[in-house]
């Protein structure tokens, strides 16, 4: 470890460290930059060896690896400084224990862009504000609307972000990173079953909280809604063309309280009467149903 310069003020040490002594936490994997990935350094590449460095890094000492630090603000110029061949970096060590480091990266990372949530290749949470609120939550026991007083974001939101971190629909997550649904859509649906969920992601354009209202009532309406006529009747037994004709006899069930033997009874009689007038029979069970309908309506 190389160290040229030690001054030590009110619980903080200012240092210039080996580049290669400082690791960001893809490394060490303690925690993780809440900023998500650290992103373009092509422009801190060029102007750290020509300009210097312009403000420190800000470090704790690894807990077990001597001399080695974890980076807590600054991965972005880390890695520029290895990219460009800068052999050391100014830090300052700061007095914080591993279980603060992420209430500290979100209070000093305030003044800049914080994503909502960063993932990993495989889907996993691990950045953003999402990632800081459920360690704040779940790690370390404080409660939701002392994160909402922390962050002053609402209390309803940092439900989401919390929720969003264990999200069972992992589409949904990268729907989220990508910007295509903001965490207060996600509010709206995270108590959805899995499979509205992916029914709304199946939604053209950006997921808005006003087309999650409006399928959300569509699906309230289609649901409430009566079949009226025998047209209708028929026209729903007819959407069920693809399915097995079991299906259709449970929509002749559900729809007039019919039992099965009945409706069994009705279609072999059907056969029947086709038979007796020379009709030709059939065995598609949409038609049986249709015709069932009919003479039920009649009843």
């Known amino acids: 470890m190389k160290i040229t310069a030690r001054v030590k003020t009110a619980g903080r040490q200012y240092m210039n460290v080996a580049t290669a002594d400082l690791l960001i936490d893809q490394e060490h994997g303690l925690f993780h930059n809440i900023r998500g990935a650290v992103g373009v350094t092509v422009d801190l590449q060029q102007s750290l ?3 210097g460095q312009i403000k420190r890094i800000q470090v704790i000492p690894h ?3 001597d001399g080695k ?3 807590i603000d600054g991965h972005r110029r880390t890695v520029a400084a290895r990219k460009a061949g800068v052999e050391s970096m100014k830090v300052e060590v700061l007095d914080i224990s591993l279980e603060e480091v992420t209430k500290f990266m979100l209070l000093s990372a305030m003044r800049e862009e914080i994503p909502d949530v960063a993932l990993d290749s495989k889907g996993n949470v691990v950045g953003g504000y999402c990632y800081a609120v459920h360690d704040l939550i779940d790690n370390q026991g404080m409660k939701r609307m002392e994160v909402a007083r922390l962050t002053g974001i609402k209390p309803d939101t940092i439900s989401a972000l919390n929720d969003l971190y264990s999200e069972p629909v992992v589409e949904i997550r ?3 990173a990508q910007g295509r649904m903001g965490i207060t859509a996600y509010w709206r649906i995270r108590r959805l079953p ?3 969920k992916r029914e709304i992601l199946a939604l053209k354009g950006d997921i808005t909280r006003k087309k999650i209202e409006t399928y959300l009532q569509r699906k309230s309406d289609e649901a409430a809604a009566p079949l009226d006529t025998a047209a209708e009747a028929e026209q729903a037994s007819a959407e069920l063309e693809h399915d ?3 299906a259709k006899f449970e929509f002749i069930e559900s729809r007039f309280g019919v039992e099965r ?6 279609s072999e009689a059907l056969s029947l009467v086709r038979q007796a007038m020379g009709m030709e029979t059939t065995t598609d069970g949409r038609h049986v149903a249709g015709e069932i309908v009919a003479i039920l309506e009649t009843m």
């Open 49 to 51: 060896p020509k300009d």
């Open 69 to 71: 630090f974890l980076v």
């Open 244 to 246: 097995p004709i079991e």
């Open 194 to 196: 899995d499979e509205d």
């Open 261 to 266: 033997t009945q409706a069994g009874v009705l």
């Open 63 to 65: 807990p077990e690896w």
């Open 174 to 176: 990268r729907a989220v």
